[in-house]
């Protein structure tokens, strides 16, 4: 039982499952458009930028 609440816990859910699968290379059977991939770059670059973020302001609050 504990087993399955700590696996319940640590659950990704879709935003996490979305968080691998756009920095996945793509799947060269699916149709993709020119919209599509613009929308997974600016995503890529956006998360990206708020990791950076969070991580310098993490680093600026302990020193």
Not at 32 to 54: D, E, P, T, W
Request: no cysteine; proline share 3%; hydrophobic share 50%.
């Amino acid at each position: 039982m504990a087993k399955n609440r700590f696996q319940e816990f640590f659950q990704l859910g879709e935003v996490g499952n979305y968080f691998f699968r756009v920095f996945r290379k793509p799947d060269p059977n699916q149709k993709s458009n020119f919209n599509l991939r613009m929308m997974h770059g600016i995503n890529k670059i956006s998360i990206l930028v708020f990791l950076f973020a969070v991580i310098f302001w993490i680093i600026r609050r302990l020193m």
